[in-house]
């Protein structure tokens, strides 16, 4: 079941650190000029489409970060979509860990039912496949893997194109 996107919701982040977040919002950059100018945060999402006070995501979250220990985020291959906010993007290996996380965050939130794509953006916009798949080409995936160690809380405004993170919330190491 797909629930209807809302575009003033919150949602939970998974951010790579350091010097691999700098890689992928550099990347980010580069390619908003190729698309529609539309810049963000590097994130894989674990979770979306909430619709709920920040208070009470922000105690939500935090009691989701502390039932997880920290892993690993592995990549795949660069791919896209004909969808506006899954456009161009690297795809995420599933694994037992994220599996598990991603488990633990739906079960707190019993009405997000959609199938999980796990992906870290590179681009949204309406693109034409074959620019898309002419980057595709060209385009390498800045990094391999990075360390999920927090939550991060989100607040995604899709209709301005901002998203801001409220806080982060460490994992259990």
């Known amino acids: 079941m797909i629930s209807k996107r809302i ?9 790579p650190n350091d010097e691999k977040y700098i890689l992928l919002r550099e ?3 580069e390619l908003s000029h190729f698309f529609e100018g539309i810049k ?14 920040e208070k009470f995501l922000s105690k939500k979250v935090d009691s989701i970060a502390k039932k997880i220990k920290s892993f690993d985020i592995y990549f795949n291959e660069v791919s896209y979509l004909d969808k506006f906010f899954q ?9 037992n860990r994220l599996a598990y996380a991603r488990k633990i965050a739906q079960s707190s ?17 309406n693109i034409e496949t074959k620019i898309k798949k ?16 927090e ?17 982060k919330f460490p994992l259990t190491q």
């Open 134 to 149: 002419n980057l595709k080409n060209k385009i390498q995936c800045p990094i391999k893997n990075f360390k999920v160690e």
């Open 87 to 95: 456009s161009f993007f690297i795809k995420v290996k599933m694994n």
């Open 27 to 29: 990347t980010i950059i």
């Open 7 to 15: 575009p003033n919701a919150y949602s939970i982040w998974l951010i």
């Open 151 to 167: 939550l991060y809380l989100a607040h995604n405004d899709e209709v301005n194109f901002k998203w801001e993170v409220i806080n």
């Open 109 to 125: 939130f019993s009405m997000i039912k959609e199938e999980y794509n796990p992906h870290l953006s590179l681009a949204y916009g």
């Open 40 to 53: 963000f945060i590097p994130h894989v999402t674990l979770i979306s489409n909430l619709d709920y006070s």
